[in-house]
């Protein structure tokens, strides 16, 4: 089994007041509301920084693609001239 931590929070008035609401709407603990938005909260923060860190490690390397040949493919979407999608030299 699991060793839980218990710790303590402070949340707006407003904001308590939708944990419980989902809480009961879920039939399930306030606690176990906050845990999952937590858990959210990182994987999509932990996955902004992968997409970073990869971000990073690709300018290092050169894989870069020109701010104008962007803008110009982003100006021809949806026209009769669309450009393809620009690709790092």
């Known amino acids: ?25 879920l039939d399930r603990s306030p606690s176990w509301v906050i845990e999952q938005a937590v ?17 990073l490690r690709e300018a290092d390397a050169g894989l870069l693609i020109p701010h104008e040949e962007v803008a110009a493919w982003i100006e021809s979407l ?3 001239g669309e450009l393809p999608m620009p690709r790092p030299k």
Do not use: C, F, W
Request: charged share 25%; net charge negative.
């Open 78 to 80: 949806g026209t009769p």
């Open 1 to 25: 089994m699991t060793k839980m931590m218990s710790d303590s929070i402070r949340l707006e008035p407003e904001l308590n007041d939708q944990v419980t609401a989902l809480a009961e709407a």
């Open 39 to 55: 858990r959210d909260y990182l994987a999509v923060q932990e996955g902004h920084l992968a997409a970073i860190d990869q971000g």
